[in-house]
């Protein structure tokens, strides 16, 4: 029996360490793979989490967009508004400026008139209307004066 148990024993010692070192060998094997697998996984997460943020920033750039091109809406109807606005004051003024400048026209046009009769001779007032000279020198003027305006614009 000790014959065999020591004939036996290398035996069963190189199967043991056969056995172990299958084992460790395993092991490392299985634990190249959990590792291999985490480093899959993490660049998979990573890859989840790079596509998240580009939809989040996509959104927000189309939010972005949709505010600005609002902004530039309200910003460009205020300006016709004041447009519209200084369009209607300056016609206004112009018309304003139109009519006094007609007015002032008038006023001069009456006063010239009133200055011309003083000057004019009425029919009635001339005593040698048989005279030829006299008729000659002094022509009968008509009712209405004969006078020319002439407006120059600026």
Not at 40 to 66: D, E, F, N
Not at 109 to 120: E, H, K, P, V
């Amino acid at each position: 029996m000790g014959s065999k148990c020591c004939k036996g024993g290398p035996d069963e010692d190189a199967v043991e360490r056969q056995r172990k070192r299958k084992l460790l060998v395993a092991q490392l094997h299985h634990r190249k793979r959990v590792k291999a697998a985490g480093k899959i996984q993490a660049w998979w997460r990573g890859v989840l989490v790079r596509r998240i943020l580009l939809v989040a920033a996509l959104r927000a750039w189309m939010i972005q967009c949709w505010w600005r091109t609002l902004v530039q809406r309200r910003i460009h109807q205020r300006q016709q508004a004041l447009l519209r606005v200084y369009v209607i004051q300056e016609q206004a003024v112009v018309k304003l400026q139109s009519c006094i400048r007609m007015w002032q026209c008038r006023q001069c046009y009456r006063q010239m008139c009133n200055s011309l009769r003083l000057f004019q001779v009425p029919e009635s007032s001339l005593a040698f209307q048989t005279d030829s000279f006299l008729q000659v020198q002094y022509a009968i003027p008509s009712k209405q004066p004969e006078f020319h305006i002439e407006i120059l614009s600026i």
